[in-house]
């Protein structure tokens, strides 16, 4: 019996902000049968602060560990895990807020969950079946940031600037670089690593029994 048909594997996907994380998992996601897997990530976590003024919630270390809620995606993996649905929470990274929706997400036979800090945590790493780390240049991934929080996030360039050298790069340096020697695999260049990604495709069609 496959390990997938007795309990969920489930696989973290980390790297630096802009290293490709995102497209990792989601060509891991359309490469896979459909219904297998689920895909969310560790920045639907960040804590919620309702009762701070936008102005000071635009100041938090949005970079460090303690800026994210991992009671509740250990709570949701472990409940995944056992067969359970879950309710992910959405983020508004513009106002820096939890939105009223959520996100329900039904346990499946592979679970993918990435972010910066997903292998930081020794009790989220513990639960981690596979952990993949991409690693992409620092310059490739920080021009890759400077687009996405532009177009997506409302961002200005001096915005993202300060906020790249006040936390993003010290963080990246002291949590983010440090948790690839937890990684079972390294991906270089992200989600233009064919090679890579078809090495981890074929282990995951061998766990479904494929």
């Known amino acids: 019996m496959s390990q997938a048909a007795t309990h969920p594997l489930v696989i973290g996907i980390a790297g630096g902000t802009g290293s490709g994380k995102s497209t990792v998992a989601a060509n891991l996601g359309l490469s896979l049968p459909k219904g297998s897997v689920v895909i969310f990530d560790h920045d639907s976590y960040y804590k919620h602060h309702p009762d701070m003024p936008i102005e000071k919630r635009a100041t938090l ?6 800026s994210l809620d991992n009671e509740l995606l250990i709570e949701h993996l472990d409940a995944l895990r056992a067969g359970k649905p879950v309710e ?11 939105r009223a929706e959520t996100r329900h997400i039904d346990p499946s036979p592979l679970i993918i969950v ?4 997903v292998f930081v945590d020794e009790r989220i ?3 981690l079946d596979i952990k993949i780390f991409v690693d992409t240049d620092p310059d490739i991934r920080v021009f890759r ?3 996405r929080d532009m177009e997506s996030r409302g961002r ?20 983010v670089e440090p948790s690839k020697r937890w990684a079972d695999i390294i991906i270089p260049e992200g989600g233009n690593n064919r090679v890579a990604l ?3 495709i074929g282990k995951l069609l061998n766990s479904l029994g494929d």
């Open 156 to 175: 200005t360039f001096a915005q993202i600037r300060e906020q790249y050298y006040k936390t993003v790069r010290p963080m990246h340096l002291e949590f």
């Open 198 to 200: 078809d090495m981890i």
């Open 88 to 98: 992910v929470p959405s983020y508004d990274f513009v106002n820096h807020l939890r």
């Open 145 to 147: 940031r400077i687009r």
């Open 61 to 66: 270390n949005y970079d460090h560990p303690s």
């Open 114 to 117: 990435e972010g910066i800090l």
């Open 125 to 127: 790493r513990s639960r």
